[in-house]
């Protein structure tokens, strides 16, 4: 259980660096970067995905598991992590309107 917890934190916490990396770089006008920076977020997102489908397919089977503060901090990296990739696609889309 705490290794899929550790995942989500791990791969929700890259996901959030990388999507801030897309807005700086978007900012200095390196929109192939800043959307590339956007697709790799994206997939970090999608590993931290399939960590937290394991514990949902778990509990549809009948594995209970225990709430910890870990897990729900887990569940927060990954939510706040998802909304800020999708602010920092929009704000590539921005910047390049912008320039």
Do not use: P, W
Not at 19 to 47: H, P, R, W
């Amino acid at each position: 259980m705490e290794t899929i917890i550790m995942n989500i934190i791990l791969h929700s916490g890259n996901a959030r660096s990388i999507a801030m990396e897309a807005i700086q770089e978007a900012k200095k006008g390196n929109f192939e970067v800043a959307e590339k920076y956007i697709e790799e977020a994206t997939q970090s997102l999608g590993d931290a995905h399939k960590s937290q489908t394991a514990l949902i397919q778990g509990e549809a089977r009948g594995e209970k598991s225990e709430v910890s503060i870990l897990l729900i901090h887990a569940q927060d990296h990954l939510m706040t992590a998802m909304t800020l990739k999708d602010l920092a696609a929009e704000m590539v889309e921005l910047y390049k309107r912008i320039k």
